[in-house]
């Protein structure tokens, strides 16, 4: 088997004029591929007009992809953005600056659908986190901000993804990302102190739930001791008005110790006067 070999100021010749030639490429050059230079160039200008309609192709109706990073990585407008706000920021605010223009207008519907989705999403959470704060508290609590960790998942969630699972519009910032989410120093830290506040308003408004129930039980059994006992008093007088009527009606002598005490009872005997 012949193999053609090329000299190292040919090779880097021709991947000048490739450029976009990958290093499977360049290793097939070296083991034995028989095209000429001239005929790889022409390969590699196909692909690279094969890519290029691909990026501005019209995307099912969404346009071609533009984005005004300008010269800058994700990074740096991330970090720029950063040292401006003197705070963290996600993905997601990265996105629409990236993706915004001078006039506040997106750079294209792609665009557009994403950042929509993105502040939907996060406005369904806050809102979520509103409805959770007033089932909790007496009404005066705030429900707490989103963590810059969380607007981050948000996005992430809200994004499309290419075939990779790369998510689209983040740029070189796709690096940065641990298992889909992003670190950001202090962001786990406040989530926990946040939880753990959570935690603690559950806890107690668990103790003021059974302390309201040992307060309806106690309650409850003092309606019944109540109850037991006026049903008892019911009895004994039931009883005593039909042992009066047995004796009213058989014995002579309980008619005249009744007739005779109540005649008693009701005399009032006169105030002694005493001499002067």
Do not use: W
Not at 21 to 35: F, K, P
Not at 81 to 94: A, F, K, Q, Y
């Amino acid at each position: 088997m012949c193999l053609e070999v090329y000299s190292r100021q040919e090779i880097e010749t021709e991947n000048t004029h490739l450029g976009s030639i990958n290093h499977r490429d360049c290793a097939i050059s070296l083991r034995g591929d028989h095209r000429t230079p001239h005929e790889r160039h022409e390969e590699a200008q196909e692909r690279s007009k094969t890519y290029s309609n691909a990026r501005m192709s019209d995307r099912n109706g969404l346009g071609p992809h533009i984005h005004f990073s300008g010269p800058k990585s994700y990074q740096e407008i991330q970090d720029d953005m950063e040292e401006e706000l003197g705070r963290p920021v996600s993905l997601g605010e990265v996105f629409i600056k990236t993706h915004t223009r001078p006039d506040g207008t997106y750079v294209d519907r792609k665009a557009e659908k994403i950042a929509k989705t993105y502040e939907q999403n996060v406005l369904d959470r806050l809102n979520e986190l509103e409805a959770d704060t007033s089932a909790v508290s007496d009404g005066t609590s705030r429900p707490r901000e989103l963590t810059t960790e969380e607007k981050t998942t948000i996005f992430l969630q809200s994004t499309e993804r290419d075939a990779r699972g790369n998510p689209y519009g983040i740029g070189s910032l796709k690096n940065t990302l641990v298992s889909g989410n992003r670190k950001y120093p202090g962001d786990s830290s406040s989530f926990q102190v946040l939880e753990e506040q959570l935690k603690d308003a559950h806890r107690k408004i668990e103790e003021q739930v059974a302390y309201n129930e040992r307060r309806e039980s106690e309650v409850a059994s003092r309606e019944a001791e109540q109850a037991r006992v006026a049903a008892e008093q019911k009895d004994k007088l039931e009883h005593l008005s039909l042992v009066e009527k047995y004796l009213r009606q058989t014995d002579p002598q309980f008619l005249h110790f009744m007739a005779t005490h109540s005649s008693s009872a009701c005399t009032t005997e006169p105030i002694p006067q005493q001499d002067p």
